[in-house]
């Protein structure tokens, strides 16, 4: 029996969530009418239905624009976040349809793949003790909590510092403030989300996300933070920043109980990265980039279980450059222990890269196939954290089923014979930590 999985979206998950991100999707009339108790809510950029009457999420812009979209639960439990308010989305093969209160995509006027709304948390409704919404404090991503919890990045701010704008040109995060994200989060009001996340969504992983600050004040904020929840949850941690000069930071957050760093140079092209990300080719330079990646991949060890994990993760946009340099990008990465974070490229509305078009999907089939393989071929640590599923990316486990090479799936078997053993064991663990920890209940402070 062959063990090639055809590329085709009515059969193959992973390439409908490949071909969604690409490709968008348009929302049919019936998703416009009356649901479960009245008109769905219409507050997003497009003026869309967010479908909340039946549960579903609103459609935000927060986590660097890439999140614009209908988080969807697709076949296979492959959570995502599906392009429906950009202009390209429009003109989409893909349409939602509502039949009586479930979901059915249809492409090309033709059933293609039946889908849920992912939950909307009853936490996203209210509000911390000091009356901030929770939804603006934190948002799920899939089924992990993503915080931002500092000022805009200074990129996007002219001063002392630059007279003209640096930020990266596919960027939306300076367009959303105020809106999608909650200014003055307090250590407390964060605590006060993560605690409710933990306890009603049961998340396993919080992710802090900081864009840069000229003095570099980005890891002090981020601190108290991550020491708080460390200590008040046994929850595992991660941090998306840029690569602080001080790299022995890096080793700080370790002991701090931070299982996962990530670094996002986003384009392996030089010149291309350049372009792209004006301010982080002048304040940091690519070559920084991956020398953090290098220091932070060398603190792990490689292969053994441990109950504080450590991850490096390199996150570039496919779709921003050649498909040849991304699959370099993912070669350079997994060489070192890095696990490759791959997204795919969204002209976001209102961005400075709003009118380029999206990638194709069928040239990213072989950027993702080589996530997998590469991850695979070198034992790195994935798919092995519980109750992870992200909306925003495919995860190198979720892209198996784009290798479409008989003899490497062949090969591989016994990798995922004991990354399934790895994976029982580990969930085994947190479950213990969480029976000794647990959530804080509702209405008792810290
Ligand atoms: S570093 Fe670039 S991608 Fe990150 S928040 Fe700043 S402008 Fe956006």
């Known amino acids: 029996m062959t063990l ?40 997003n950029d497009g003026g869309r239905p967010d479908l909340r009457n039946d549960g579903g999420r609103p459609i935000l812009r927060t986590r660097a624009g890439l999140g614009s979209g209908l988080e969807l639960i697709l076949p296979g439990e492959l959570w995502t976040n599906v392009p429906v308010t950009e202009r390209f989305a429009q003109t989409s093969p893909y349409e939602l349809r509502r039949e009586k209160s479930s979901y059915r995509i249809w492409r090309d006027g033709k059933p293609c793949a039946d889908v849920r709304l992912a939950p909307r948390p009853a936490w996203y409704d209210r509000s911390t003790t000091s009356g901030k919404a929770m939804r603006l404090i934190g948002t799920l991503q899939g089924t992990y909590l993503g915080i931002y919890p500092g000022k805009v990045c200074d990129f996007w701010m002219t001063g002392a510092a630059r007279d003209t704008k640096e930020n990266c040109r596919f960027c939306s995060v300076g367009l959303n403030l105020g809106a999608d994200d909650a200014p003055g989060k307090t250590l407390d009001d964060v605590l006060e989300v993560v605690h409710a996340a933990w306890r009603e ?53 370790k002991k701090l109980g931070v299982n996962r760093v990530s670094f996002c140079f986003e384009i392996f092209d030089r010149r291309l990265f ?16 991956l020398q953090a990646i290098e220091h932070c991949a060398s603190l792990g060890a490689p292969g053994r279980l441990a109950l504080e994990p450590w991850v490096t993760n390199g996150e570039i946009i496919a779709g921003l450059e050649p498909p040849e340099s991304s699959i370099e990008a993912i070669e350079w990465l997994t060489e070192r222990g890095a696990i490759p974070t791959v997204c795919v490229f969204r002209p976001l509305s209102g961005t400075d890269m709003k009118e380029t078009p999206p990638p194709d999907t069928d ?36 892209c198996r089923s784009l290798v479409q090479d008989e003899g490497t799936l062949r090969a591989l078997r016994g990798q995922e014979r004991r990354n399934a053993v790895k994976r029982q064991a580990f969930a085994a663990l947190l479950k213990g930590r969480r029976l000794l920890m647990g959530p804080r209940p509702v209405g008792v402070s810290a």
């Open 363 to 398: 040239a990213l089939v072989p950027v993702f196939a080589s996530l997998w393989t590469r991850c695979m071929e070198r034992g790195l640590p994935i798919g092995l954290a519980p109750n992870i599923h992200v909306s925003l990316v495919l995860l190198p486990e979720e």
């Open 201 to 253: 969504s049961g998340i396993t992983y919080v992710d802090f996300n900081m864009g840069h600050h000229d003095d570099w004040s980005y890891l002090d904020m981020l601190e108290p933070y991550l020491r708080r929840v460390n200590e008040e949850t046994g929850l595992l941690l991660g941090v998306q920043v840029p690569p602080h000069p001080d790299l022995s930071r890096f080793d700080r957050l």
């Open 4 to 43: 090639v999985v055809p590329l085709d979206p009515a059969v193959n998950p992973a390439y409908l969530k490949l071909d969604l991100y690409c490709r968008g999707m348009r929302l049919h009339e019936s998703c416009d009418a009356p649901g479960d108790g009245g008109r769905p809510d219409v507050r």
């Open 274 to 289: 350049a372009e792209t990300c004006p301010g982080k080719a002048r304040i940091y330079g690519l070559d920084h980039y």
